[in-house]
């Protein structure tokens, strides 16, 4: 390990090399994520490629602190999170700046303040006039960095409020796809079972699902059954569980089943001869079931 004054008189004679590079091989904060709490003006100037940039280019930590400073006006948002979106599909190198400047937590922030869903504010709805074209942006985003790897896939399932606000999102059309998209890579990859007692007002949610809507939510509840049942596969039978108090499992079946009318909508669903409306395009469409 190089001293301090030692690394940055190396960045300023090495003009090859990325700074970013060299941070992360001298280990200065011995995790990359603890880039976050180096200087912005030293963090603004970290940046994928070692070659020269034009005179306005402004580098991927820099757009995220002016991300994580506070939330931009709606235009200058959807401009950000459409660059970094831009950014991400680039390079792998991209993607390694922007999670070293831990963009995937500021992703998730910003997702979480735009469905008001704030700790200890929870809502049941989007707020009127929600940005639902940044919110699917973002969502988008997550889903590609949690598909690309398990690891950023299993640190964003441990954050239970996303998942509860992914569910939220499942009853927006417009959101939907989306959100059942990273909805079920966080499900499938988290480490715990997910609590269903972490939706907001999960009866009135399901209620208000159109047939389709309720089809494709039953999609994530099913990865969820399913996470729920590879946890009752080990080797030592799990203890009886009574309530109150319940396993998260037993508390999760037992949310399900106190839900009004959701087992008879579910079995209508399976009787029907031909899917509700418009869940045909969306199996069949680019992101579909059948097309992946």
């Known amino acids: 390990l190089l001293p301090f004054p030692k690394v940055f008189a190396r960045m300023h004679m090495t003009s090859s090399r990325n700074v970013l590079s ?18 912005p003006r030293f963090l603004a100037g970290i940046d994928a490629g070692g070659g020269p940039r034009d005179r306005g280019h402004v580098g991927t930590g820099e757009l995220l602190l002016q991300l994580d400073s506070e939330m931009p006006a709606p235009a200058e948002l959807r401009k950000l999170i459409a660059d970094l979106s831009a950014r991400l599909g680039e390079s792998a190198s991209q993607r390694e700046v922007f999670l070293c400047c831990g963009g995937d ?14 700790a200890g504010r929870p809502s049941a709805r989007l707020p009127e ?32 409020e996303l998942i509860g606000t992914l569910f939220l999102l499942m009853a927006e059309p417009q959101a939907v796809d989306a959100a059942l ?27 208000r699902l159109s047939p389709r809507g309720l ?17 009752g596969l080990d080797a030592f039978p799990a203890p009886e569980c009574v309530e109150p108090d319940l396993c998260v499992v037993c508390a999760n079946n037992a949310a399900l089943l106190a839900l009004p009318s959701f087992l008879a909508r579910v079995v209508a669903l399976l009787r029907l001869r031909s899917p509700p409306a418009g869940l045909w395009g969306h199996i069949l469409g680019p992101g579909g079931a059948l097309a992946q």
Do not use: W, Y
């Open 22 to 39: 060299i941070v992360v091989d001298r280990e200065l904060s011995g995790n990359a994520r603890g880039l976050r709490s180096l200087p």
């Open 105 to 118: 937590a500021i992703i998730s922030r910003v997702l979480l303040q735009l469905c008001r869903r704030e």
């Open 129 to 160: 006039g929600a940005p639902l074209d940044v919110i699917n942006e973002c969502t988008q985003l997550l889903a590609e960095l949690a598909m690309l790897d398990l690891q950023h896939a299993e640190a964003l399932a441990s954050r239970h």
């Open 181 to 207: 998209t990273l909805a079920q890579e966080l499900l499938s990859a988290g480490q715990d079972v997910f609590p269903l007692t972490a939706v907001p007002d999960l009866p009135g949610l399901i209620g």
């Open 215 to 231: 089809a494709l939510v039953s999609r994530a509840l099913a990865v969820l059954l399913a996470k729920s049942a590879e946890q």
